[in-house]
């Protein structure tokens, strides 16, 4: 099993930059596809990016495509959300989540809300 822990989530300004961080448990971290997703105030979680412990493939929610950066370190257990040219519709509760072999884990999720 891994735990994931958000953090980073605060109030931004439009237009503005922002790095959310995941931490997680476990010694078989790097073997696990970590991703980012989101759930707006009345919305459905969504997709918002993902990258692969195999090669470090990363993929992207077409909303954020050229302005968010997913990325991880192994060796500190962590996956990180480069957020930048923030937008009020980006306001969201941000959830990492970790795929393994078909078995889902999610972390509490960190609130980020953008001010227009």
């Known amino acids: 099993q891994v735990q994931l822990v958000e953090s980073g989530g605060r109030l931004v300004q439009t237009g503005g930059s922002l790095r959310v961080s995941c931490a997680a448990s476990g010694r078989t971290f790097s073997t696990y596809t970590m991703a980012w997703f989101r759930r707006a105030p009345g919305k459905e979680r969504e997709f918002v990016a993902a990258i692969k412990w195999r090669d470090a493939g990363t993929y992207y929610a077409d909303s954020v495509k050229g302005r968010f950066t997913i990325s991880r370190d192994n060796a500190k257990n962590v996956v990180y959300l480069q957020m930048n040219n923030l937008k009020p519709e980006d306001t969201a509760v941000y959830y990492c989540?970790?795929?393994?072999?078909?078995?889902?884990?999610w972390g509490l999720g960190t609130q980020v809300t953008v001010s227009s």
């Open positions: 989540a970790a795929n393994r072999d078909g078995t889902d884990y």
